[in-house]
């Protein structure tokens, strides 16, 4: 028998508590945890990435995460539209990994079949099964025309979509093909699954179903045995549904995945409100972090994780990912003006503070920056009238930054100092996030 494709090797010395950092081996590539894994989204981000990578050495930061639908700007923008989707079929299929790169993988994020943002896209994209681009287009359509009754609309066609594929093994067998296919000669180190983004019971199935056949399917395409992981995306009212949660924390202990990555698309658990969401959660990582921890070859990961980025790497979570907006492109409403400049990260309040914000903060110190990552302290001063620079900055700074937190945790936990992530919360403007951290 051949050696697993995910290995994961635990420490006794590496283990807090509801906390561990463990050596995390995919094919053959080997990841500290818990590690960042930024969301890229254009070659300007790949190379940001790259740089920080080859400039620093950051431990844990070698991890990306790519859309499916963001693979052309991404990873292929210097080849022409026009040229692509015959490209696509020609691209070597290089399978030699190298232990220095990082590891990459590559998200279907078909939650854009029922979200409007990127819809548009999802549509045009050629990396996208062309069964997702036509659905996603006579949806345009369709819905476009309507007066009234869109949600409705929007939630009926999407579960019959996902139904269909359910019932039609040859219409699901091509979908799983397409994507995995796309995923592997984008040289995606494990293939995600294209699940259906869960907003109902019977969605869950289907999903459930989904990871089951695409599991199966997956030794027989990838020749050097790529490993296939679980993958759930669901709003984030599912975290009230006491069924639908043991459902997937039943199906994800007996799962032979090695890997499962979860996805709350747009979650806040530090808003007011969210009170019952942030009490399942902490259910949620204390179950995971038991089930990390008593069964062999077994890791989670957090994509999209918005604000709890830093609680979910600290308890249960061996991979975090975020944009460089913390996920909130998604969610911009109004039509107004946006800044050419981006929001920063503000590593104290694990925030992000807009440009005029940021520059009140420097003036109150002597017109310096105060923060203490090496990007900032190589570039002190503030490129006021360079939107190029300074967005490019932020963006270092933010990978830094992550790093940064990724490593304080791997500390805290070596010292055995279990209040770290707590008191790190208490002082953040994330307070309410303090309560979703299992003690
Ligand atoms: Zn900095």
Redesign the pocket.
């Known amino acids: 028998m051949s050696l697993p494709q995910i290995q994961v090797t635990h420490y006794s010395h590496r283990k807090c508590k509801f906390s561990e950092s463990a050596d995390l081996k995919i094919n053959g590539k080997t990841l500290v945890t818990p590690t960042f894994a930024p969301r890229l989204k254009n070659d300007g981000e790949l190379k940001v990435y790259h740089t920080i990578r080859r400039e620093y050495a950051p431990r844990q930061l070698s991890t990306y995460i790519v859309r499916l639908l963001d693979i052309g700007r991404t990873l292929h923008s210097d080849l022409k539209r026009s040229v692509l989707p015959s490209l696509i079929s020609q691209m070597a299929l290089d399978t030699s990994p190298q232990s220095e790169e990082p590891l990459l993988l590559i998200d279907p994020a078909l939650e854009y079949m029922y979200y409007g943002a990127n819809m548009e896209r999802l549509a045009k994209t050629p990396f996208v099964s062309s069964a997702i681009r036509q659905y996603v287009s006579e949806f345009i359509e369709k819905s476009g025309k309507l007066e009234e009754g869109k949600q409705l609309f929007r939630d009926a066609t999407h579960t019959n979509f996902w139904t269909c594929i359910y019932e039609d093994a040859n219409k699901r067998m091509k979908l799983i093909r397409d994507t995995f296919n796309v995923e592997l000669r984008s040289r995606a180190d494990v293939l995600i699954p294209p699940v259906p983004f869960i907003t109902s019971p019977h969605l869950l199935e289907v999903a459930i179903y989904m990871n089951e056949k695409s599991r199966a399917f997956s030794s027989a395409l990838s020749q050097d045995k790529r490993e296939c992981s679980d993958y759930f995306s669901m709003k984030p009212s599912i975290l009230r549904n006491e069924r639908m949660m043991s459902t997937i924390k039943e199906y994800v202990s007996t799962s032979e995945s090695p890997l499962t990555i979860f996805k709350f698309k747009n979650l806040n658990l530090n808003d007011e409100n969210m009170a019952i969401e942030r009490k399942e959660f902490k259910d949620f990582l204390i179950e995971l972090s038991l089930i990390a921890q008593h069964v062999e070859n077994k890791a989670f990961m957090l994509f999209e994780a918005g604000n709890q980025v830093f609680p979910a790497a600290l308890s249960s979570f061996a991979v975090v990912s975020t944009g460089f907006n913390l996920d909130r492109e998604d969610r911009r409403k109004d039509q107004k003006e946006i800044s050419p400049f981006m929001n920063r990260y503000d590593?104290w309040t694990m925030t992000m503070q807009s440009k005029d914000t940021f520059l009140k903060t420097v003036e109150n110190n002597d017109n310096l920056?105060s923060?203490?990552?090496?990007?900032?302290?190589e570039n002190p001063t503030v490129p006021i009238h360079d939107f190029i620079e300074y967005n490019r900055l932020a963006k270092?700074?933010y990978l830094?930054?992550r790093e940064q937190e990724m490593n304080e945790i791997l500390t805290a936990i070596e010292k055995q100092d279990a209040l770290m992530g707590f008191e790190k919360l208490q002082r953040s403007a994330l307070k309410n996030l303090t309560e979703i951290i299992p003690r």
């Open positions: 590593p920056i923060c203490h990552c090496r990007v900032c302290k270092e700074h830094l930054s």
